[in-house]
T-cell receptor
Framework: GEQVEQRPPHLSVREGDSAFIICTYT??????FYWYKQEPGAGLQLLMS?????DRKEEQGLTVLLNKKDKRLSLNLTAAHPGDSAVYFC???????????FGKGTLLTVTP | EAAVTQSPRNKVTVTGGNVTLSCRQT?????MYWYRQDTGHGLRLIHY???????QIGDVPDGYKATRTTQEDFFLLLELASPSQTSLYFC??????????FGEGSKLTVL
């Protein structure tokens, strides 16, 4: 089945710096890609979704890049602030789009 | 706003105990999911369902049963709890788009 590797597991940046998280997946039929954010004590919330026909998507200080050739998905938070401190998960799914496989998460800490 | 409510939020039981975790969604979603979250493993899918009476096996189903009684309600059952099932459990719902709406989690401790 699908395998998703996410790195780094921990990331610490200063306020105003960028934070970069990367995921690799194994199934070339993977069609849907997601980034979720989990704040302390809460469930996950969807940040961004990208479909396989998109290479780059930007929204509100977040940039998602998709490299289908290398089976790589990345998230870049530009100008991070302390409120961005959370655990970030990538998730992927195949054509069915109802069964997601999650990465193991990245704990991002943004210090003032 | 989508709403997924889990109960109980915290549960402590002993080895061999019987535990039921409840989940209710008011999103009119067809899909509901049970995940467990553990350090070093991320989120792992236990069971999911695409409608009342339906049950699909996830990636880590051993030791768990689940039942979807209505479109709104999805239950996770641990009939003989073991310490390895100590975890943070999340329920989620979706309309099949890949956008999952998560509950706030149920922390289970098995002594």
């Amino acid at each position: 089945g699908e395998q998703v590797e996410q790195r780094p597991p921990h990331l610490s940046v200063r306020e105003g710096d960028s934070a970069f998280i990367i995921c690799t997946y194994t199934d070339s039929a993977t069609a849907y890609f997601y980034w979720y954010k989990q704040e302390p004590g809460a469930g996950l919330q969807l940040l961004m979704s990208v479909f396989s026909n998109v290479d780059r998507k930007e929204e509100q200080g977040l940039t998602v890049l998709l490299n289908k050739k290398d089976k790589r998905l990345s998230l870049n938070l530009t100008a991070a602030h302390p409120g961005d401190s959370a655990v970030y998960f990538c998730a992927v799914s195949g054509g069915s789009n109802y069964k997601l496989t999650f990465g193991k998460g990245t704990l991002l800490t943004v210090t003032p | 706003e989508a709403a997924v409510t889990q109960s109980p939020r915290n549960k402590v039981t002993v080895t061999g105990g019987n535990v039921t975790l409840s989940c209710r969604q008011t999103n009119s979603h067809n899909y509901m999911y049970w995940y467990r979250q553990d350090t070093g493993h991320g989120l792992r899918l236990i069971h999911y369902s695409y409608g009342a009476g339906n049950l699909q096996i996830g990636d880590v189903p051993d030791g768990y049963k689940a039942t979807r009684t209505t479109q709104e309600d999805f239950f996770l059952l641990l009939e003989l709890a073991s310490p390895s099932q100590t975890s943070l459990y999340f329920c989620a719902s979706s309309g099949g788009t890949g956008q999952l709406y998560f509950g706030e989690g149920s922390k289970l401790t098995v002594l």
